[in-house]
């Protein structure tokens, strides 16, 4: 198991009924390579759920937390474009975003289904680890630990006034499956062992982009 301290930038959210191909266009031709534009950033991940819960699930990794507090990355946030003021005005809704450090990590495939385990109680890091151990251990690609790393000092952004304060998180567990069939097996096993500290959601693969793939 290993850890670098990156930086991840979660994120959960809706979509205003009817205007999926609006927000769709708008994350695929400018929102994505923005935030991935920003330096420090590594990459970004899409995903759409396969159930209950928040229909997209959005992360970033970046070489580290403070990267999501830099002065280019705030400078984005403070200064939406006409088309990102448009979708923050009613298009991407029920917001869930928090800053994280990444605290430990198993596996080196991807897969393409993801299981987030969100939760809002206290973390502890030792016990996520020991769950990401576990999880690969049981048959899983690849899991992350997560625990919220935001700024001491809350700051609204001119992005987040626009659509309404944002909730948060204070850990997550991520694991990567091949297969669907895989994710729920996984989805259940964490269920039972977390019951109501989490909240449990399963995503398909929808599109990534790295930093260094943006000039090819």
Same mark, same amino acid.
């Given at each position: ?19 999926? /191909? ?115 251990? /049981?048959?899983?690609?690849? /899991? ?51 019951? /109501? ?20």
């Amino acid at each position: 198991m290993s850890a670098d301290g990156c930086g991840i930038l979660a994120v959960w959210n809706n979509c205003a009924s009817g205007q999926e /191909a609006v927000y769709e266009a708008w994350y695929r031709e400018e929102h994505l390579p923005e935030r991935v534009g920003v330096p420090g950033f590594r990459f970004g991940r899409r995903y759409e759920s396969t159930g209950a819960g928040p229909r997209y699930f959005t992360y970033y990794e970046t070489e580290s937390p403070a990267v999501l507090t830099s002065a280019a990355y705030v400078a984005r946030l403070q200064a939406p474009t006409a088309r990102t003021t448009a979708i923050m005005s009613g298009v991407f809704i029920d917001m869930t975003r928090t800053v994280c450090r990444r605290t430990a990590a198993r596996g080196a495939l991807r897969g393409g289904v993801v299981v987030a385990a969100r939760f809002t109680d206290p973390a502890d890091p030792a016990a996520l680890a020991q769950s990401v151990d576990a999880v690969v251990e /049981a048959g899983a690609l690849r /899991a992350e630990a997560w625990v919220a790393d935001e700024p001491p000092t809350r700051t609204i952004s001119a992005e987040e006034a626009i659509r309404g304060a944002d909730k948060k998180i204070t850990a997550c567990l991520l694991v990567e499956a091949g297969y669907e069939a895989e994710a729920a097996r996984i989805a259940a096993a964490l269920a039972r062992q977390f019951g /109501a500290r989490a909240e449990i959601g399963s995503y398909r693969f929808l599109c990534s982009l790295a930093h260094a793939e943006m000039s090819v």
